[in-house]
């Protein structure tokens, strides 16, 4: 296909080409003869999606099918569980903001700060270890000083807590992920879960978000693996339930004070606004205001790693050449009549699936796991540490 | 499975159903499988992968919230995640060879079986050597066959997009068959 039309109308035209030729409305033929000016470049878009539709695909074996769910099942009692009502007592207890007049002050005088310091729009993006971060961090103390002015504190850490998780996305994304960035992390986390956002929706769309990034793209640095799970039961789902997030107990993560996470036991039925003695507003920055902002939480000799001393960053997934694996015939080398209605059934000699491309082994069991993966592993421990179901099978299925 | 039965279906599993759960996964399990063995092209590493989809989305149900989207795009979704997260973590290339650097002689007499496995390979491997999106595109249409709108979805983009990206993926797998010396007209010929 040389110099193809590119335009939208023609992507339309093609995307409608292909519902009809998968769809067995119409024939590629047809197709063409109905945008005869478009023939040229149609006619090869339409063949190879038509080639690809009947590329055969291999199915998963029903002894792994039936082998998962049983792993599956029994991991359901506690994945499932998480509806529970909790008591009231953990409920978060939102604050009450000032008078209309103070806050506009405080904003009033912020915003002045704020504008014109080029620094501080500068340090925006910087992360833990940049030049301007330093910047970043004392913007954020002199904002959340006068945070009880405004009555929003806990908008201010919900912001606070998503730039940290932003900060820790990037530097695990450059594999600069530190111990500091989640012990600051966790200290947001907490602060969070002490004042709330007055949000419940983006309280929950943080924590799920906190959740999903630890899960799938933050890894444990090496040497904090108990700090990183840490963080990760600090923002698992039980935590939060239908908009009401049950309060860390401590700004310190458990693996740095050597005191266990507490672990949500129930759920509280709805969200309420009643302030608690703890959060009164205040017009000056309190000690520890300042402090977790500036803190950088470091290891003490008493922590306890949750994670085995010998964990080591083995790949995931690390091939093992077998005989098995050798010798089982590739399932993609063959063809099936197209699955979709109208089509003609193909008579021809399509090759079929050979029986010994079953794999052999016990599926869905993970041969090793890096250091991420041993810590994610805590949260999947029937799946990663038990064989559900039979015992390993033998190669008997290869060819 | 209807898209009204499946709400109920989740609806019972979110509320701790087991069985219900264990529905959803007979009902998605062979579309998460195949789309993840399309993306690495290993049987074992895409048995493992879905095990772990199915893990997570089970961890992940009392989150989840039906907004009467297909179930399964979620779980694609998560499969997505994880296959970039594997490729991540282990510092794999997705192809395994380059169609083009290594073009599969064909002959005229070659038999027309041997002709489609060739065909079948050479679109694997061509599939492989798309964009991370592209791929996710054709896998999507064509092998789970699903709808411009479902992949808009799962893929977090417009369907205008996806056509695009559906148009450049095939205009790209079409120049590299005809590269590697195929002649798609005559084996779909030889398969209808």
Redesign the interface.
Same mark, same amino acid.
């Given at each position: 296909m040389s110099e193809p039309h590119t335009t939208p109308e023609f992507d339309d035209i093609l995307a409608q080409c292909l519902d009809d030729v998968l769809g067995g409305r119409k024939t590629v033929a047809e197709c063409l003869g109905a945008y005869p000016a478009l023939a040229a470049d149609l006619k090869p878009a339409l063949q190879i999606g038509l080639l690809t539709a009947r590329l055969k695909s291999p199915e998963m074996s029903q002894s792994s099918v039936d082998t998962l769910e049983t792993r599956l099942r029994a991991q359901m009692p506690a994945a499932l569980s998480g509806f529970r009502s909790r008591p009231r007592s953990d409920v978060i207890q939102l604050p009450l903001g000032l008078s209309r007049m103070a806050a506009a002050i405080a904003v009033v005088f912020i915003l002045a700060l704020g504008s014109g310091a080029g620094l501080v729009a500068a340090s925006a993006d910087d992360l833990p270890g940049d030049a301007l971060y330093g910047v970043k961090r004392l913007w954020e103390t002199i904002v959340l000083a006068f945070a009880p002015l405004t009555g929003q504190p806990g908008e201010l850490w919900l912001r606070i807590a998503n730039t940290r998780l932003d900060e820790a996305e990037a530097l695990s994304d450059q594999e600069r992920l530190t111990e500091t960035a989640l012990a600051d992390l966790y200290s947001a986390i907490y602060h969070l879960s002490q004042y709330g956002g007055g949000d419940a929706t983006a309280i929950i769309a943080f924590f799920n978000r906190a959740y999903l990034a630890f899960m799938n793209r933050i890894k444990a640095p090496i040497g904090a693996e108990a700090l990183y799970q840490d963080v990760l039961d600090a923002v698992a789902p039980a935590r939060v339930q239908n908009g009401i997030v049950t309060p860390l107990t401590s700004e310190q993560p458990p693996s740095l004070s050597g005191t266990p996470l507490p672990v949500p036991t129930a759920l509280p039925p709805t969200f309420t606004h009643t302030p608690t003695p703890t959060l009164t507003p205040s017009p000056t920055p309190t000690a520890s205001d300042t402090a977790t902002l500036t803190a950088s939480p470091t290891p003490s000799a008493t922590r306890t790693p949750r994670i085995p001393a010998t964990a080591t960053r083995t790949p995931t997934y690390t091939p093992s050449p077998t005989a098995t694996l050798t010798l089982t015939p590739s399932p993609t080398l063959t063809w099936t009549p197209l699955p979709l209605p109208g089509f003609p059934p193909i008579t021809g000699a399509a090759t079929q699936v050979p029986p010994g491309f079953i794999p052999s082994r016990t599926p869905g069991i993970l041969p090793t796991l890096d250091a991420t993966e041993r810590v994610r592993a805590t949260q999947q421990s029937v799946y990663l540490t038990q064989t559900a179901g039979p015992p390993p099978a033998t190669p008997t299925e290869t060819p | 499975m209807e898209r009204a039965d499946e709400g109920r279906v989740l609806a019972r599993?979110?509320? +701790?159903?087991?069985d219900a759960?264990?529905v959803l !996964?007979?009902a998605n399990?062979?579309a998460i !499988?195949?789309y993840i #063995? /399309?993306r690495v092209?290993d049987? /074992?590493?895409?048995?493992?992968l879905? +095990?772990?989809v199915?893990?997570?989305a =089970?961890? +992940?149900?009392?989150?989840y919230r039906d907004q009467g989207k297909p179930f399964v795009a979620w779980l694609y979704r998560i499969a997505h995640?994880?296959v970039?997260? #594997?490729y991540r973590?282990?510092?794999r290339r997705p192809a395994e060879s380059d169609v083009e650097a290594e073009p599969i002689p064909v002959s005229t007499d070659m038999d %027309? +079986?041997m002709l &489609?496995?060739q065909?079948?390979?050479a679109? &694997?491997e061509a599939?492989a050597k798309l964009t991370d999106e592209q791929q996710q595109v054709?896998v999507l249409?064509? *092998?789970e066959?699903q709808r *411009?709108e479902t992949v808009a979805d799962v893929m977090g983009k417009n369907a205008?997009a996806i056509?695009?990206l559906? /148009?450049r993926a =095939?205009?790209a797998?079409?120049?590299r =068959? %005809?590269r590697a010396g195929f002649d798609? %007209?005559s084996? =779909?010929s030889?398969?209808?």
């Open positions: - | 599993a979110q509320r +701790g159903d087991a759960f264990a !996964y007979r399990v062979q !499988y195949r #063995y /399309h092209n049987v /074992h590493l895409a048995e493992d879905t +095990g772990d199915f893990t997570r =089970l961890k +992940g149900m009392t989150n995640a994880r970039v997260d #594997y973590m282990t510092g %027309e +079986g &489609r496995r065909a079948a390979k679109l &694997r599939i054709i249409r064509f *092998i066959g *411009i205008n056509k695009a559906q /148009h =095939l205009r797998l079409a120049g =068959l %005809e798609v %007209e084996i =779909l030889g398969l209808s």
